[in-house]
């Protein structure tokens, strides 16, 4: 699906971030629309860090979305745990861009290729809009960034790899993260913090200016693979409005 997609404008330093939910299916998805999630992300716990929709579950995802029309949260989708293969990363972000999901997550691994990567993705982010995760637990290239700014990605995330070495904060401590906001908004990308965060972690994180704070684990009754709470999500929507 080919569309003209504006460069990003990050929020002004100082706005409250906005609250991205993973959901693992359509379920969940609704439950979490309904619930008020700025950003509803379509994410396969069971599957990894970035595990990916099926194709066919991405198309019913996206009529959904169409169907709730004005007011709707933002959508997002992940491109699952791809080698860092520049040729092999780039179909399947093409793959999940493809369904019309007009946000798709490239997970940006430790590799001496990942820039190459970035590079091989340019001409899908001139038509969707991209974003790069990088891993806290894998010693992130802050270099990167910059790379994702000139490839024409809308986007930069910070999560983490292995979802039981530890949540974001265990890895990188708030002056970092906010080095990395800080370096985001220079190349004119959106930012977003995730990876384990528990609910206690949004008044800490909020006060460093990324855009979004991403949940799925502590939106979770058992567990980032357990099922979706709406009790929850509420918890987390009135901490983050409280920062504002």
Request: charged letters at 15%.
């Amino acid at each position: 699906m080919s569309r003209h997609v504006p460069r990003p404008h990050p929020a002004p330093p100082g706005n409250p971030p906005g609250l991205l939910a993973s959901v693992a299916d359509l379920a969940e998805m609704r439950a979490a629309i309904v619930g008020g999630a700025d950003i509803v992300d379509l994410k396969q716990p069971a599957f990894g860090a970035l595990g990916a929709w099926s194709s066919e579950a991405l198309d019913a995802a996206v009529m959904l979305w169409n169907a709730c029309g004005e007011g709707r949260p933002a959508l997002s989708a992940t491109a699952g745990d791809q080698p860092m293969v520049p040729a092999i990363l780039a179909s399947a972000c093409a793959r999940v861009a493809a369904t019309g999901v007009p946000i798709v997550k490239a997970g940006l691994f430790a590799s001496p290729h990942a820039a190459a990567c970035i590079a091989a993705l340019s001409p899908l982010a001139a038509k969707t809009r991209l974003v790069g995760v990088l891993f806290a637990d894998q010693d992130p290239d802050f270099s990167l960034i910059a790379s994702a700014g000139t490839a024409g990605f809308y986007g930069i995330m910070l999560d983490t790899a292995d979802k039981k070495a530890g949540s974001l904060t265990t890895h990188l401590d708030p002056l970092t993260l906010g080095q990395f906001v800080e370096e985001a908004r220079r190349n004119g990308l959106v930012t977003g913090l995730a990876g384990s965060l528990a609910l206690d972690d949004i008044p800490v994180l909020g006060g460093i200016g990324a855009d979004y704070l991403g949940f799925r684990g502590a939106l979770c009754a058992d567990g980032r693979t357990g099922r979706f709470d709406p009790v929850r999500l509420a918890q987390a929507r009135a901490l983050v409005h409280a920062l504002g």
